[in-house]
């Protein structure tokens, strides 16, 4: 899988790694302490210095990158996996990497913005981009809803991920949606749209496997 995909892991790589040319442009302008977490009221209450903000933050989710291509790849049943599948492995933590340090380096310049506001659009495209593909993601152990019921039985996981890509597309222009509510309703929406993307998909497949189990019993 890594090899034949050499050149998309070295350009997911650099896409992961360009907030630390953006930073050392910026250098001169970004203070020796940079927000990078906040609270729910959208004030920062976590900092780190510069150098961190910069170099480790990319570099960690660079290191994030490699290890979920290589689990990845070292599932022998991704190898008749949908290619489009695979693809969406390489662009995941890239995207994270620009929109979480494009929002650092922002605060870091006084810019204005609203954290749950931003955290609503990035969670809102995540969500689509997952749940188009989930009903094309084929049986495995490293991608997708993983409870034994699933990964023993075939038809339990294609009805649970064709389900959950209906959630997680109806969950993310929830969120999207969001964006235009008052600042203090964005964290319940943001929690219950998760809690309903793990919750009901988890549900559905188990209501599938007891119906199986049934059938098997009688």
Request: glycine residues 6%; contains cysteine; aromatic residues 12%.
């Amino acid at each position: 899988m890594l090899k034949s995909n050499r050149r998309t892991v070295i350009l997911s790589s650099i896409v992961i790694l360009l907030p630390v040319l953006a930073g050392l442009l910026l250098w001169n302008r970004l203070p020796d302490q940079m927000a990078t977490h906040w609270s729910t009221s959208n004030t920062p209450d976590g900092f780190s210095s510069k150098a961190f903000a910069v170099f480790g933050i990319p570099v960690f989710l660079l290191i994030m990158h490699f290890f979920c291509l290589l689990a990845t790849a070292g599932d022998a049943k991704q190898r008749d996996q949908n290619k489009k599948v695979l693809g969406m492995v390489f662009w995941i933590i890239p995207l994270v990497s620009l929109f979480t340090n494009g929002m650092i380096y922002a605060a870091a310049l006084e810019k204005e913005f609203h954290v749950l506001t931003v955290c609503s659009v990035m969670m809102g495209l995540l969500f689509l981009f997952l749940g188009n593909y989930f009903p094309k993601i084929k049986q495995n152990r490293t991608i997708g809803i993983r409870f034994s019921w699933t990964l023993n039985n075939e038809e339990n996981w294609n009805q649970t991920h064709r389900f959950a890509g209906k959630v997680w597309v109806i969950d993310g222009l929830v969120l999207l949606l969001s964006i235009f509510l008052p600042g203090e309703v964005l964290m319940p929406v943001l929690f219950g749209t998760i809690v309903v993307a793990v919750v009901l998909p988890f549900l559905y497949s188990w209501r599938i496997y007891r119906k199986q189990k049934e059938g098997r019993e009688l």
